[in-house]
Every structure is written in C-alpha cells, then in structure tokens.
C-alpha cells in the first residue's frame, strides 16, 4: 500500500519554446501523471497562457489530479521568484515581465511558484536523484547550452532577485568564441552540445586530424559525407567507434569542463556534482578527463572528495522539479556521514 507521502501530490509544469509538459508528482518524485501540449512561444501572452491551460486542464481531467496541492512551473529564462514574474526567455517571446505564477494561482485556485528549468532540475535531483543526501548540490546540464542550478540545504541559490546559478555564462577566456548571450568565451561557447558539434564541425574544414589510422573521420562518414551535418551526437558516436578525431574533440571538452569546474570548486565547494542533459551523459562517460585536469585547475586541497556523478533524471528533470519547488527543506535527506 502507498505511504501518505506517496500520495501527497505536486503538479510540475515544464514550459519550453515548442511545447508544455506537465505531470502529477507524488512525495516520492514519481510522476503519476502525464499530459503535454504545444506552446504558442510566438504568440500573444494571452495565447501563451492559454497554451499552459490547455495542458492543465487535460491532466486535471485525471481523476487523480484532485488530489494535487500545489503547483510548481519550469522555465528557461530569468525569473524573479518572489513575484512569481518571467522576466524574460529567448524561447518564450510572448512573455515579457508576465506575472506567470500568479496568472495560473487565479486561474486554478492553487499555491503556484516559478523556477528556471536548470535550478528546478537541480532540485529534482537533490530531493530524489543522483543528489539525495548531499547537502549542498551543484548540477550541471549539458544540451543546446549549459544551465546550472546550485542548491544548498534543500533550497535554491538564487541570488538577490532569482537570477542567480547562471554558470553556463561564466567566461574562462575572453579571447573566446562570442556566446549566444553576447559576452566571449563562456564555458556554453566551449562546451555545451552545440559547441561540440561547431567544434568537430570546424576541425574538419582545418583539416586537423581530419583522418584517422582508418582513413577519413568516421564523423564524415556518419554525417553522409556533409560537413555541415556533424552533430555532438555524431561525435559521440564516432568517439564510441574509435575515431581519433572524434576522440580529441572530446578530450578538448573535456578539459574546458575542467577548467571551469575548477573555479566552481574554489568558489561553492559543492558536495557532489551531478551532470544531467544529454550531451551530459556523454561527458560522463569522459569523466576521468575531466577530473584529470582538474590536478592542474584546482587548488582546493580535498577536491578529489567531490564526486562527479550522473543525473538521474532525464527529459522529466523539469517536471518533476517544479513539482520539488513545493517541498520543504526538511524533505532532503542527509547523508549518515555529513557534516
């Protein structure tokens, strides 16, 4: 029979540039409950709103969803939470300094907060995932760009205003590649998915390494020939295959990843840091090259007891952390061994 805090339930509202995804999240971080819909990103703020409603209203449809107590919304952009306003968000261009949260508590007459996706996700993973029992959690995720949500005794660092955790956007050389953002030489600029194919991408027109002891890279191969068409995915894959071009692309990575984490560690100290995203996964499996160049990019005299650790959750990393958004502090377990 379920425990009573597996029957407590959140709904977690996950809003992205093309679609909304929201779930019915139990005490436990189990998603009972699914619906998800498109999002109008490019229409009116009402259009918007009423993207998310549609979604809503299906899962509250759930004979379940009377049960919930509470809602907690996912987003990519700047947010000030104390207000519960979406300042702004590149893919969500209907909302400009829209109050969400208190839009959606009108509309269904439940307690609603508002995170960003990175912080959230790392609230998942600190409450249920590959995070639980630590107190003080840094998360990393790792796709298009680079987001980062730093937790600490249960509860999200967020600065000031909530704008705080935006680690993908640190510099570590400002002769660097322009970012997305606008300033040079961010870790996103060096790392991230899309930097990695840009990267493989770039090495193939320089001809460095363009062959391997098995004659063209096999990344060209993948790609069908087409330069243009290398993705991290491909990279990945050719690394797997044994491609050394592919290899080095990702040694590279690696080592910016180093680089940065080693002044994340002389600042925060996390207990652990999780990495979560997809090209995420693909960074774990190049874990010792991380940590091998951390020797030279940290000085912390006990960073070797950081561990570096994949994220448990995946694509429903979101939902269920704007579910957590909702939980107290008291919820996250310590571990036997903690200070």
Request: charge should be positive; include cysteine; charged fraction near 20%.
């Amino acid at each position: 029979m379920p425990t009573k805090s597996r029957k407590r339930l959140f709904i977690g509202v996950d809003i992205g540039g093309t679609k909304v995804a929201a779930g019915l999240v139990n005490a436990a971080g189990e998603i009972v409950a699914e619906a998800r819909g498109k999002m109008a990103a490019q229409g009116t703020a009402e259009e918007g709103l009423r993207s998310v409603a549609d979604v809503l209203d299906s899962l509250l449809r759930n004979p379940r969803g009377r049960g919930a107590s509470a809602i907690g919304i996912s987003v990519p952009g700047w947010i000030d939470s104390a207000r519960g306003t979406l300042i702004g968000a590149a893919n969500i261009p209907c909302w400009k300094n829209f109050p969400l949260a208190p839009q959606i508590a009108k509309r269904y007459r439940l307690r609603t907060r508002i995170g960003n996706d990175a912080n959230v996700a790392a609230l998942a993973e600190a409450a249920w995932g590959a995070g639980v029992g630590y107190r003080n959690v840094f998360y990393v995720t790792i796709g298009t760009g680079i987001g980062t949500g730093i937790i600490q005794s249960g509860r999200i660092y967020e600065g000031r205003t909530g704008c705080a955790g935006e680690g993908g956007h640190t510099t570590i050389d400002f002769h660097g590649p322009l970012c997305n953002c606008g300033k040079r030489g961010c870790i996103e600029a060096f790392a991230s998915g899309t930097a990695i194919g840009k990267n493989a991408r770039q090495w193939l027109i320089d001809g460095a390494g363009a062959t391997s002891t098995a004659g063209v890279s096999k990344m060209l191969a993948l790609a069908g020939g087409k330069i243009e068409a290398v993705t991290s995915e491909i990279v990945a894959k050719a690394a797997s295959q044994g491609d050394n071009l592919a290899n080095e692309v990702l040694r590279q990575t690696a080592e910016y990843l180093g680089i940065w984490l080693g002044n994340i560690i002389e600042l925060f100290e996390p207990d652990v840091i999780v990495f979560g995203g997809g090209a995420g996964r693909l960074i774990m499996s190049r874990a010792k090259q991380v940590r091998d160049t951390l020797e030279t990019w940290s000085i912390n005299p006990r960073w070797r007891e950081i561990p570096i650790v994949a994220a448990k959750y995946g694509a429903e990393s979101a939902v269920a952390g704007a579910a957590a958004l909702w939980l107290p502090s008291a919820a996250f377990k310590r571990r036997r061994n903690a200070a």
